[in-house]
């Protein structure tokens, strides 16, 4: 048991539970999955693909904006979504660094 780890599982791991969340609803997956690597898409782009009332597709953009996944940028009136795979790969790799207890923790 380690206790000490479990300790500062809250903070250390409070910006990876907050990704996991965002990545825990299927329309916050399908926009994802909209993305081609390195691609930036236009909200309403996104919002139209998901079939989701525009109003439901800013809240789920907000919360993947919110946890990192998603970067935005202004182009013009156009803001333009792309999706931050370092960010995601850093998760990934830090939990299967605890998976793998090659790290003692995060």
Known sequence: MNRERA???ATEWKELAT???ALGDSHRQRMLLLFDVGEELPVGAVASAVQLSPTAAA???N???QAGIL???RAGRATLLSVDRNLLSGC???TLAY???ESGGV
Do not use: P
Request: no cysteine; proline share 0%; net charge positive.
């Open 71 to 73: 970067k935005a940028r």
């Open 92 to 94: 990934l790799e830090a």
């Open 63 to 65: 919360i993947l904006r």
């Open 99 to 101: 998976v793998r207890d």
């Open 59 to 61: 809240h789920h953009i």
């Open 19 to 21: 990704i996991f969340a």
């Open 7 to 9: 300790e500062r599982i």
